[in-house]
T-cell receptor, first 113, second 110 residues
Framework: DPKIIQKPKYLVAVTGSEKILICEQYLGHNAMYWYRQSAKKPLEFMFSYSYQKLMDNQTASSRFQPQSSKKNHLDLQITALKPDDSATYFC????????????FGAGTRLSVL | SQWGEENLQALSIQEGEDVTMNCSYKTYTTVVQWYRQKSGKGPAQLILIRSNEREKRSGRLRATLDTSSQSSSLSITGTLATDTAVYFCATATNTGKLTFGDGTVLTVKP
């Protein structure tokens, strides 16, 4: 059974709309992350959270907003979607905030038309 | 090699052959991680090697780390068709941020 659940698996959106990507982890980890993978770039770090607090943000645009309602939950809200936002978004978690082993979900593939 | 200005590499081999993938990194690190990503899946860590280890083995995998040249390698012996995937090396900061290389696309033909 997958321990990191990302929903939905595929998402199609129109330019200018808003979408929320869901992530839940059942590994009992204290740190969670978002990464993005597009055809033109390697896996890119976006955000890191520890005990529901934002620790690092490498996303230049404020259109990307992580939301953590529970320790094992880290959603990603994306507003004013652009075609360049098309990518696969991966949620990950680690036992603690030390940069060791990360466990990744299967990703949400977002296509913006 | 991956990282820096190198582009995504591709290797195609026959099942049973051995393969070595290399990466070099620019910023100082004490830990290098190797991940594998199969089609349609998220990356999964294969092996983590620290600067005081130089070499680490796990089953058919062998990783090396040379901090003086800032390079690492991952070798797979007796490859299987199921080893077909993209392989990444990555370094981590103490803020939990992983920096991934471009990756090596490995195709193992049965």
């Amino acid at each position: 059974d997958p321990k990191i659940i990302q929903k939905p698996k595929y998402l199609v959106a129109v330019t200018g709309s808003e979408k929320i990507l869901i992530c839940e982890q059942y590994l009992g980890h204290n740190a969670m992350y978002w990464y993005r993978q597009s055809a033109k770039k390697p896996l890119e770090f976006m955000f890191s959270y520890s005990y529901q607090k934002l620790m690092d943000n490498q996303t230049a645009s404020s259109r990307f907003q992580p939301q953590s309602s529970k320790k094992n939950h880290l959603d990603l809200q994306i507003t004013a979607l652009k075609p360049d936002d098309s990518a696969t978004y991966f949620c990950a978690s680690s036992q603690d905030y030390r940069g060791d082993t990360l466990y990744f979900g299967a990703g949400t593939r977002l296509s913006v038309l | 090699s991956q990282w820096g200005e190198e582009n995504l590499q591709a290797l195609s081999i026959q099942e049973g052959e051995d393969v070595t993938m290399n990466c070099s990194y620019k910023t100082y690190t004490t830990v290098v991680q190797w991940y594998r990503q199969k089609s349609g899946k998220g990356p999964a860590q294969l092996i983590l090697i620290r600067s005081n280890e130089r070499e680490k083995r796990s089953g058919r995998l062998r990783a090396t780390l040379d901090t003086s040249s800032q390079s690492s390698s991952l070798s797979i012996t007796g490859t299987l068709a199921t080893d077909t995937a993209v392989y990444f090396c990555a370094t981590a900061t103490n803020t939990g941020k992983l920096t991934f290389g471009d990756g090596t696309v490995l195709t193992v033909k049965p």
